[in-house]
Structure formats: structure tokens, C-alpha cells
């Protein structure tokens, strides 16, 4: 695969830890080492970078938007002071009971990301960490790896995406997942 026109990656598991508790405030938010720094390659190559995550935590009301928008605030900074930005944020902050087109596995989080970039699904790639990320990439035509930072079963996770992605590629985390991308590994 030569290198994406655009790069789509999960939040919680893929640039910072996730706890099955969610992520509530921003003094739980924690980067997963090397993932900032990854984003800033992916950003001085002139990749555009955008998030598509659920954030159920705010549908179910165990955070509100003020400290959404502070978790945010502080991955943000951590990005930045790597050399790396954020070209979209894609959230849907909606419960699995809701029925919404956003959530993965539904691919509208992936569409919304493509579009604020101008970017045809056959040029991004999807990085996640469960196999939710990956059938909302199958479901919209990108393709996709994983990484296995996630805080569920990684090797299950990841025999659950070789069903829908027979060809996908696991790394230990984001830095790795990228740089296999810059060494054409991908």
C-alpha cells in the first residue's frame, strides 16, 4: 500500500489507554507512549489525521460536554507538543440503544471524517483497536489495521477482523502501525 492521502484512528485504545470504565476526565486520559509522536510523523508528512469515536460516556450522562471538550483539550496539547495535529474530530457520543447512524460499527463516523477531509475512502486507512473500527472502515471501503492497545482480548479481537478483513495486519500500538506505514510494510 502506498502511503494514505488521509489516516482515521479510534480514540481510546489507540492513542490513549481505555479503561472499561470509559475515560471521564482529563486526568484519566493517558497516551499510550509513542502515539503522539506518530501523529506528529503522519502530520509532517502532510497526511491529514482525524479521530472517529464512540463516546458513549456522554449519552449515558457519565460525563458532560465541559469535560468531554477537556479531554479533548489535553490529548490535543499532547499532539501538538509532538509535532502533530488533528485535521478532524469525529464523536458520536451516542448509546448503543439509541440506534444512531454514527456509531461504529456503523460506518457514519467514517463518512463524516471523509468528508471534512475531501478524501475518497480508497485513500484513507482506518487504524483501531476493536473489531467495531473495522467493520465501520469495511462497511464504508477503507481499509484498515489494528493495534492491539485496546483494552479488550487482542488476540481475539484480532481473529474476529480477519472474518471481515482476511488480508488485516496487527501492530503492538500506533508508533509501530505507522511506522510499518512510512516503511512501506503496509
Known amino acids: 500500500m502506498s502511503l494514505p492521502?488521509?489516516?482515521?484512528?479510534?480514540?481510546?485504545?489507540?492513542?490513549?489507554?481505555?479503561?472499561?470504565?470509559?475515560?471521564?476526565?482529563?486526568?484519566?486520559?493517558?497516551?499510550?507512549?509513542?502515539?503522539?509522536?506518530?501523529?506528529?510523523?503522519?502530520?509532517?508528512?502532510?497526511?491529514?489525521?482525524?479521530?472517529?469515536?464512540?463516546?458513549?460516556?456522554?449519552?449515558?450522562?457519565?460525563?458532560?460536554?465541559?469535560?468531554?471538550h477537556a479531554i479533548h483539550a489535553k490529548m490535543l496539547l499532547a499532539i501538538e507538543e509532538a509535532g502533530g495535529m488533528l485535521t478532524h474530530s469525529a464523536y458520536c457520543p451516542?448509546?448503543?440503544?439509541?440506534?444512531?447512524?454514527?456509531?461504529?460499527?456503523?460506518p457514519g463516523l467514517i463518512f463524516e471524517a471523509l468528508?471534512?477531509?475531501?478524501v475518497k475512502a480508497a485513500d484513507a486507512l482506518m487504524i483501531g483497536d476493536s473489531t467495531r473500527d473495522i467493520e465501520a472502515a469495511h462497511a464504508a471501503g477503507v481499509d484498515s489495521i489494528l493495534v492491539q492497545t485496546g483494552y479488550g482480548n487482542a488476540e481475539m479481537i484480532l481473529q474476529r477482523s480477519l472474518v471481515i478483513n482476511p488480508e488485516i495486519k496487527a501492530f503492538d500500538n500506533l508508533a509501530s502501525a505507522v511506522d510499518a506505514l512510512f516503511e512501506g510494510i503496509i
Not at 476526565?25 to 497526511?47: C, D, M, N, V, Y
Open 115 to 118: 468528508d471534512a477531509l475531501d
Open 94 to 106: 451516542h448509546t448503543p440503544e439509541e440506534k444512531c447512524s454514527c456509531r461504529k460499527p456503523l
Open 5 to 68: 492521502e488521509a489516516v482515521l484512528l479510534d480514540r481510546d485504545g489507540v492513542i490513549n489507554f481505555d479503561s472499561p470504565d470509559y475515560i471521564l476526565t482529563p486526568e484519566q486520559w493517558e497516551p499510550i507512549p509513542g502515539s503522539a509522536e506518530a501523529i506528529g510523523r503522519l502530520t509532517r508528512a502532510g497526511i491529514p489525521v482525524a479521530i472517529c469515536s464512540n463516546q458513549s460516556g456522554l449519552g449515558r450522562g457519565m460525563m458532560n460536554e465541559e469535560l468531554f
